[in-house]
């Protein structure tokens, strides 16, 4: 099994700032995933993160609102920018290896946009 | 298009009764993984069961049950004598395998309530 770790596990941001959260795994791993949770809802995917390349956005979500970096198998970024408190919400780390396994996930980081 | 639907919002019950949280997918692919996780107050994904397209055995871990049906594209969850520690909300979720698409389809939870 794989152990992801996320950073910030929350914050607390003022609005029109931006906020960058890591996602470290401890093993090498094919996909990455960055997903968003809202209060008191379901988990929507916002991104695959592709390692070496540009990541690939769901419906939705743009590049310039939700950069993602992912410069290695292990290791990825993902940046909420220009926030506003509807961005306010639980992000979550996802990494998948081999395709018959289950999917590993971070703690989240739980943002709150004032 | 794949979907996850997960109609029972919240379901309260009292300790040591039995709980089945229900899910019902949707999706066009031929092979495919369903997913149980349990998310507890504190907010991180506990993953309970994977389940492929191919294995229609039913499973038991333990006080948890699975129950497959690909002919109603059913993928229940019973809890045999729930306990308060039970309490969380419960996702199913679908991954798709024919598409190469990896990421996991969220159906919308299922919040149980055990009280004591």
């Known amino acids: 099994s794989a152990v992801i770790s996320q950073k910030p596990s929350r914050d607390i941001c003022q609005r029109g700032t931006s906020l960058t959260i890591q996602c470290q795994v401890d093993s090498q791993v094919t996909m990455m995933f960055w997903y968003r949770q809202q209060p008191g809802q379901s988990l929507t995917l916002i991104a695959t993160?592709?390692?070496?390349?540009?990541?690939?956005?769901e419906s939705g979500f743009v590049i310039d609102k939700f950069p993602i970096s992912r410069p290695n198998l292990t290791f990825s970024t993902l940046t909420v920018s220009n926030m506003s408190p509807e961005d306010s919400s639980i992000y979550l780390c996802s990494a998948r290896d081999r395709e018959n396994t289950e999917a590993f996930f971070g703690q989240g980081t739980r943002l709150t946009v004032v | 298009a794949q979907k996850v639907t997960q109609a029972q919002t919240e379901i309260s019950v009292v300790e040591k009764e039995d709980v089945t949280l229900d899910c019902v997918y949707e999706?066009?692919?031929?092979?495919?993984?369903l997913f149980w996780y349990k998310q507890p107050p504190s907010g991180e994904l506990v993953f309970l069961i994977r389940?492929?397209?191919?294995?229609?055995q039913n499973e038991i871990s333990g006080r948890y049950s699975w129950n497959f049906q690909k002919s109603t594209s059913s993928f229940n969850f019973t809890i045999t004598a729930s306990q308060v520690v039970d309490s969380a909300v419960y996702f199913c979720a679908l991954s798709d395998m024919d598409t190469g698409r990896r990421a996991l389809t969220f159906g919308s939870g299922t919040r149980l309530q055990v009280q004591p």
């Open positions: 389940r492929n397209s191919f294995d229609e």
């Open positions: 999706t066009r692919d031929t092979t495919y993984y």
């Open positions: 993160a592709n390692q070496g390349s540009e990541a690939t956005y």
